[in-house]
């Protein structure tokens, strides 16, 4: 299910995307290996529920590629196997006349199948666009989204937990951020002089090798206004290591704080992806047996929303206040490239902001509305913060921050200029 900071959608245009899920799935145990499944069926062992899982997924991989013939196809497969609990919903879906109706007639079978137990090697994902909120299964990996396709291919999260955010352990004494794809976490190194080093673990934290990942290290780029591209300027190659472990790049000498883009491609003809790193200084070397947080701490039984969830104070004036500070905290940590730490003040400034919209139904109609305004704002570009940070996309990053920040800057000047504090 998606954690209490669930992303929501984006400004302006339909945006959505991949909600980091950063700590490792808990599978649950099983002890009798033909326990009768949630859904009823006292004959239905768990093998025979595994078979019919992975027959589903046939279905939600063809609907994530936008195949709809094969996703019919599979679907089919799937009424001739299944138990009667889910036949009656795999009919429904199998019968859809085009793809946009079987992703509608998807999501009850969906939905169903993700509420039950869910054997190793298998995953519950949530797309919050989809439907007001719909999850789906799929095979543990990246995250393919079946209702959106290419359209949106990574847009969800893959079991997010109370302790998201809190995995970003360095293993390598670098910067770690998390993947559009949601499952691969991507940690960059600037262990001395000149060389860049790129490392990538799993959604468990497994090492992956990335020998037949593509990319290159930007050092520089120009904006060109006819394309509303940015052009590179200067770039290296990233090259696999012998072991497959990292890739590097040469970068030559550089004073500190270097800066130091990635773009890496990890399967040929998928999109590449972008990830801003800011050393202040050469990246110590870290030998970890496991991550600093860990799910078994005492503190991790608290969900991370009442973990940063800020105090509303009493006096409106307070919270215009928390709102401002915050707002200098976040553009401090876009200033150094501490992205990930980003998403705290960004949510705590979410809460303020609606709890300041709620008090705003005593003030004259016209600021009452332009305090709405500028509150939905800000709680959208809260959520984009939160999200960018992750990611280490500076550009999205500080793109979200203009929104946020003129949001701030207009809820400020609301209640000076009209002496409602």
Known sequence: MPRPWGKLAALGSVLCFSVSACVARQ???TSDPTAVSQAGTANTSAIDFESQLAQYVLAQQALAGDDFKLAKVELEELVAVTDAS?????????????????????????????????PQGYARAYCPMYEGG????????PLRNPYYGSTMLTCGVIDAAPGAHMDHTPRHGGIVFMAPDSFHHIEGTYPESGVFRLYATDNYRNPVDITLWMGRAVLEEEYDAPSDEFREVVAFPLLPSPDGSYLEAEIGDMATPTEVTAKVQFVKDFPEERFDFIFAQFSGRLDLEAPAFSLGDALAAVP???RIRPVIPELTSEIVTGLAERDQEILGLVARGAFTEIFIPALQA?????????????LPTRIRNNVRIAVRSLVRAAWLLDWYGDLGNKQQVSDAYDIFGAAVSEIVALYATNGSL
């Open 27 to 29: 599978i649950p145990a």
């Open 86 to 118: 889910a036949r009656p919903l795999a009919r429904i879906a199998a019968d859809a006349v085009d793809i946009d109706t079987m992703r509608a007639q998807f999501k009850p079978l969906s939905e169903f199948l993700a509420a039950l137990d869910l």
């Open 134 to 141: 719909s999850n789906w299964v799929q095979a543990d990996g």
């Open 304 to 306: 991370l929303a009442d």
């Open 350 to 362: 979410k809460e303020l902001a609606l709890a300041l919209n709620q008090r705003a139904e005593a």
